[in-house]
């Protein structure tokens, strides 16, 4: 009987889940099934992100993997849809992994990795100024903060991040640290594959390419070239006889800058992203985390986009994380050896606007099957499965 490889597609609603399981071999050449595991998080706003999701989803990680470690586990990047599951699981279901090996994305490394790139450091730390301008305004404002925005701040909070972050990077069985991965990092003697090949797509180490400008005046604050100033209380308070209500909605309509600081921020913690190509028996799978059009641009310029059989659809279906011309290499029209590919997308409405992009998941749907998470009961997944002997892959729902 053909042995599999099955990717599993957890629906969180508004955020990301997987678990591979691959046949492979150990250091003494015996066969065994090894566990990847790769972020389990959720949007934090509206219907796209409940806590109790989490349960079914964890408990089943923990029966699959039998009491033993995950044999490696990748946080792809900082946002609260992709790291926020497990230290819930720790701390209110009793809930807790440990792992053999351990990717983080590299500038999650913290302090040290901002010292090694001051330009990253510098952008990084106007993205702050600029998201705690906008949510002190939001905080005083008098009118419900629209919903895609109120996504916008949950999944970049840093504050709610670091936490999340700090417990991944203790995951780590008998001590063994965190490896932060980008491009280049030699990952040799840091995974448990003998058999898998395994190659580093992204991101970029300096992430300081990912940065988009910030627009120099935002909500009434001003940049100096490094960092918004902090908001004048009087730039916000309604003049007289003029209601507060309408007044935030004046104030709303002529900043714009507000939303698109917000996305450049979002962008470039989604472009951050590890994305990693797996090749099993000649299956080729690719899982881009929440990539968008620069970080594609970058796997494109430096690395050989290969077409693949499988396809984690990145950022949930938006269509800035499917950029056409790198489509066209992963999911050409036509599949170069006549074989079936597989597509997954987990997402949810109601977390940002637009996403996900009916027009984005109707173009992969005619290159490869699409599985859609919002088809399954909250907690379900989706099972795809390779044959290590060239069979008919699957894909089929589940429980």
């Known amino acids: 009987m053909a042995r599999k490889l099955r990717i599993r597609i957890y629906n969180v609603l508004f955020g990301d889940a997987i678990l591979l399981t691959i046949p492979e071999i150990d250091d003494a050449g015996q066969e065994v099934m090894l566990n990847v595991l790769v972020d389990v998080g959720n949007a934090l706003a ?26 490696l586990y990748i946080m792809t990047h900082e946002h609260m849809d992709h790291v926020q599951g497990l230290l819930h699981g720790a701390r209110k279901l009793g809930i807790e992994f440990k792992a053999r ?18 330009k990253a450091k510098r952008k990084q730390l106007a993205a702050l100024a600029a998201y705690d301008s906008v949510a002190a305004f939001l905080a005083k404002s008098a009118v419900p903060v629209p919903l895609g925005i109120q996504a916008l701040l949950d999944i970049n909070n840093p504050r709610s991040t670091k ?24 990952v040799s003697g840091h995974h448990p594959f003998r058999r898998t090949k395994v190659r580093l797509l992204a991101p970029e180490e300096d992430t300081s390419i990912y940065y988009g400008a910030l627009p120099p005046r935002t909500l009434g604050a001003l940049f100096d070239g490094a960092a918004p100033l902090s908001l004048d209380a009087k730039a916000i308070t309604p003049p007289a006889g003029v209601s507060a209500g309408d007044f935030f909605d004046l104030i709303e309509f002529r900043s714009s800058g507000m939303a698109v600081n917000l996305r450049t921020i979002d962008k470039a ?40 059989h499988f396809l984690k659809v990145s950022h949930h279906g938006s269509k800035n ?18 074989r079936p590919r597989f597509a997954v997308v987990s997402t949810r409405e109601g977390a940002y606007s637009g996403v996900p992009d009916t027009d984005t ?22 099972d795809v499965t390779f044959p290590d002997d060239g069979g008919v892959p699957e894909s089929h729902p589940g429980p």
Not at 101 to 118: I, Q, V
Request: charged share 30%.
């Open 46 to 71: 509206g219907t796209a992100g409940r806590d109790e999701v989490f349960k079914p989803v964890l408990e089943n990680i923990r029966d699959e993997l039998g009491g033993k470690p995950i044999d």
């Open 269 to 308: 913690a989604n472009n951050s992203s590890i994305a990693i190509e797996l090749e099993w028996n000649g299956w080729r799978l690719l899982f881009p985390g929440d990539a968008e059009e620069k970080s594609w641009e970058m796997m494109d310029r430096e690395n050989e986009l290969k077409p693949v």
């Open 163 to 186: 936490d999340c972050v700090k417990h991944i990077s203790e995951l780590g069985l008998d001590g063994v640290k965190a490896l932060y991965v980008h491009r280049t990092t030699d």
């Open 321 to 338: 994380g499917s950029p056409l011309h790198q489509l066209d290499k992963v999911l050409p029209e036509q599949a170069p050896d006549g």
């Open 361 to 382: 998941l109707t173009l992969v749907a005619r290159r490869a099957k699409l599985e859609d998470t919002r088809a399954l009961n909250e907690g379900g997944w989706f």
């Open 101 to 118: 090996h351990l990717w983080m994305t590299a500038s999650s490394e913290g302090a040290s990795y901002y010292n090694r790139f001051p």
